[in-house]
């Protein structure tokens, strides 16, 4: 197929972008650079060993799309999006314009065009604190930020127009917590600024750059007091968008489908598993809960796992391996 990817050049987009390539389909990029480099598309090319196009624009600029779709698109992968919690609590009409209005002019292009398959990034985060863990799919839908809001909000539009005409196909991406990287280390997540997730804060305690991990609370109701997540590894998420863009393909109708394991690990577990990977210390401080935290997420991926017949195969260990070995990289090339 000819894929108009969003986003492309970002963390979970790029290597998406390796994986289409790498099964036979034809790429389109657009992205604004906002929070990327064009440093990581150049890598994709290379790991993939075949190119792609790339359209150095904005999804809330109609004439940026416009372009993007020239030449003809079969389905379009959206992960165009700001996502950081605490930057939406301070900026949500930011958050409200680029994701909310950016998806909206997305569609709008994708009508005018005929396009009618549409691969989306949610998350988990649209389950709120969830009253059971694992959560299914029709677990009730919360936010607690902005971005979430935006998350559900857009989940909401592409229902709605999804549900106007028989041939549109949606399929809506909860994602838990993705992690790692290529395992080439040559693209991964590396954060302008402080970190604001666990894994790359981590790899930069463990590789030098910061001094120590602060622990965000040791007092929650899990058997060491950290938070459990369900880490997923980024080679995984992108196989799971190769199969989300066949399922859309092949079915119409809007479907969301949780991303994760279904296996928890709590803050310490994920240090432990990084510091035997990495085979350096990551020295650390107990602090006090950040806002907004919920005591355990994880994911009931069945329904993907059956629908989808995807399955997460990496472990926490290949996730810190190759977290790691972007990390080192990374460095060594400032
Ligand atoms: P990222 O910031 O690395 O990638 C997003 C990309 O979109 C960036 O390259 C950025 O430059 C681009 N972009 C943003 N706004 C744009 C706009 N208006 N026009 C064109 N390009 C624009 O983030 P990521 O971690 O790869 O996340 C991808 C998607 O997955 C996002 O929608 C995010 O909300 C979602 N998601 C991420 C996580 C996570 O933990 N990383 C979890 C759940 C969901
Ligand atoms: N944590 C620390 N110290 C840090 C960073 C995180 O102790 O410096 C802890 C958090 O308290 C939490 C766990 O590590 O218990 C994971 O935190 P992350 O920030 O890595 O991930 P979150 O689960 O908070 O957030 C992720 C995505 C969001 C999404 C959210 C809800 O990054 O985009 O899941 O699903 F909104």
């Known amino acids: 197929m000819n894929l108009l990817v969003t986003g492309g050049a970002g963390y979970i987009g790029s290597h998406t972008c390796v994986r289409l390539l790498e099964a036979g389909h034809d790429v389109t990029v657009i992205d604004n650079l906002c929070n990327s480099s064009p440093i990581a598309l150049e890598r994709v090319q290379e790991l993939a060993g075949r190119s792609l196009r790339f ?39 930011a958050y409200f314009d680029n994701n909310i209005g950016g998806t909206i002019t997305l569609m709008q292009a994708m009508e005018a065009r005929g396009v009618t398959r549409l691969v989306f990034s949610s998350s988990a985060t649209v389950y709120g604190q969830p009253d059971h863990v694992p959560v299914k799919e029709d677990a009730p839908l919360r936010v607690t930020n902005p971005y979430g809001r935006t998350k559900l909000v857009m989940e909401d539009l592409i229902r709605d127009w999804c549900a106007s005409r028989p041939q549109l196909s949606a399929v809506l991406l909860r994602y838990f917590n993705p992690v790692g990287a290529h395992p080439s280390g040559r693209i991964g997540e590396d954060p302008r600024g402080v970190p604001n997730n666990l894994m790359p804060y981590v790899a930069q305690v463990a590789v030098g750059r910061r001094e120590r991990l602060q622990v965000f609370g040791n007092d929650y109701p899990t058997p060491d007091g950290t938070g459990i997540r369900d880490y997923l590894h980024v080679m995984d998420l992108a196989e799971a968008h190769l199969k989300a863009v066949g399922y ?22 994920l240090v432990r598993a990084f510091e035997a990977a990495s085979g350096r210390a990551v020295p650390l401080d107990i602090v006090g809960r950040r806002a907004g935290d919920v005591a ?20 926490i260990a290949a996730m810190c391996g190759d977290a790691w070995r972007f990390q080192q990289q990374a460095v060594a090339e400032e």
Not at 250 to 266: I, K, Q
């Open 248 to 269: 859309a393909a092949a079915h119409a109708g809007c479907e969301a489908f949780n991303l994760g394991t279904g296996r928890g690990y709590s803050v310490l577990e």
């Open 55 to 93: 359209v150095q624009g904005d999804i809330r600029n109609r004439a940026d799309l416009d372009k993007a779709f020239e030449g003809g698109i079969d389905a379009v992968i959206h992960f165009a999006a700001l996502k950081a919690v605490g930057e939406s609590g301070e900026q949500p009409l």
């Open 296 to 315: 355990e997420l994880t994911a009931d991926p069945r329904k993907a796992n059956a629908v989808l017949g995807w399955h997460a195969e990496h472990g």
